[in-house]
């Protein structure tokens, strides 16, 4: 039986480790930014123009939102595309719904600190519109976030998608789901402990 394969997108380099149940997978990144010698430099929006059905699993973290509303549509597709029959994907972004709770719950403006992170603190502003220190040191705009998600939104965006299945659940800022082509294996049911059905 071949290795299975996981699409790291938007992975920016290998540094950043991949969750521990894509340990046994073969890591391709695809990035739009050489600086972290990505295995194919591409913009997600793209992911089209690859071999279909080429990979087990799609990881996709902090990354969608860096896209406009518009073309979010355009990414999923290419996840779709990109994925064996029985592939899954599993996209993790800010949970804006939490992120406006907490900025009111704490009585905080845009520019205060939300939470401090290994890369220094991140403002409300940065959730929001993305990293400003990565965005002006950088000089790229590629870094800005376009758009947003709460879990229900990512749900409904993943859906209309055309994935069969998705779960997902919200902690830590986040939304993070699993998205599946078709119901998923009783292999991947297990690993991820979701319900039979």
Do not use: W
């Not at 009585?107 to 002006?136: F, T």
């Amino acid at each position: 039986m071949s290795q299975k394969r996981v699409l790291n997108v938007g992975g920016n380099n290998r540094a950043i480790p991949l969750p521990p149940h894509f340990a046994s997978y073969e890591h391709l990144l695809l990035d739009i930014d050489p600086k972290g010698k990505p295995d194919i430099l591409s913009d997600a929006r793209d992911l089209s123009k690859l071999e279909s059905a080429q990979f087990d699993a799609v990881y996709c973290s902090h990354n969608l939102e860096h896209y406009y509303r518009h073309d979010v549509p355009k990414v999923l597709a290419g996840f779709q595309h990109v994925l064996h029959a029985d592939g899954f994907a599993q996209v993790i972004v800010p949970d804006l719904h939490a992120v406006m709770h907490q900025t009111i719950q704490r009585g905080l403006d845009v520019e205060d600190v939300l939470y401090q992170s290994h890369s220094g603190p991140i403002m409300v502003l940065d959730v929001l519109y993305g990293y400003s220190r990565q965005i002006e040191s950088s000089g790229e705009d590629f870094y800005a976030h376009k758009t947003g998600f709460t879990q229900k939104s990512l749900v409904r965006a993943l859906l209309a998608a055309g994935f069969e299945r998705v779960y997902a659940g919200v902690g830590n800022l986040e939304v993070n789901a699993l998205a599946f082509k078709s119901k998923p294996t009783s292999e991947l049911r297990a690993l991820f402990g979701l319900p039979d059905g």
